[in-house]
């Protein structure tokens, strides 16, 4: 069975730095992409990095580049998604996505990812 689950949400303050973990079971990161995504109220869950077994296989959407960093930690099953000088906009749920297929992950689409953990909330106060 796959599962992921987020941790390191919280209330930081604008400018401040978040990472979140997302430790994965039931399978390794030589067969699964990874993503994180987003959902603020009332918007649309918004991928924000991906990780995948091919190579090239990190992906940031322009809006991200330079703030955001995804990296994978074989031995400890965790992906992790290191977020600086967070803003306002920034507060949302965070979640953690797999798929076994990589082949769109540079889309960054949640339809392309079918194993979701439940989120961690991160809120960033002006």
């Known amino acids: 069975e796959v599962l992921l689950v987020e941790s390191g949400g919280g209330l930081v303050q604008a400018g401040g730095s978040l990472r979140l973990s997302c430790v994965v079971s039931?399978?390794?990161?030589?067969?699964?992409?990874v993503g994180w995504f987003r959902q603020a109220p009332g918007k649309e869950r918004e991928g924000i990095a991906c990780i995948g077994f091919g190579e090239p296989n990190i992906y940031y959407p322009d809006s991200m580049k330079g703030r955001v960093s995804i990296t994978s930690d074989d031995a400890k099953n965790t992906v992790y998604l290191q977020m600086n000088n967070l803003r306002p906009e920034d507060t949302a749920v965070y979640y953690c996505a797999a798929d076994p297929d990589d082949t769109n992950i540079e889309i960054m689409e949640a339809r392309f990812f079918s194993h979701w953990g439940q989120g961690t909330q991160v809120t960033v106060s002006s």
């Open positions: 039931g399978f390794s990161f030589n067969e699964y992409a």
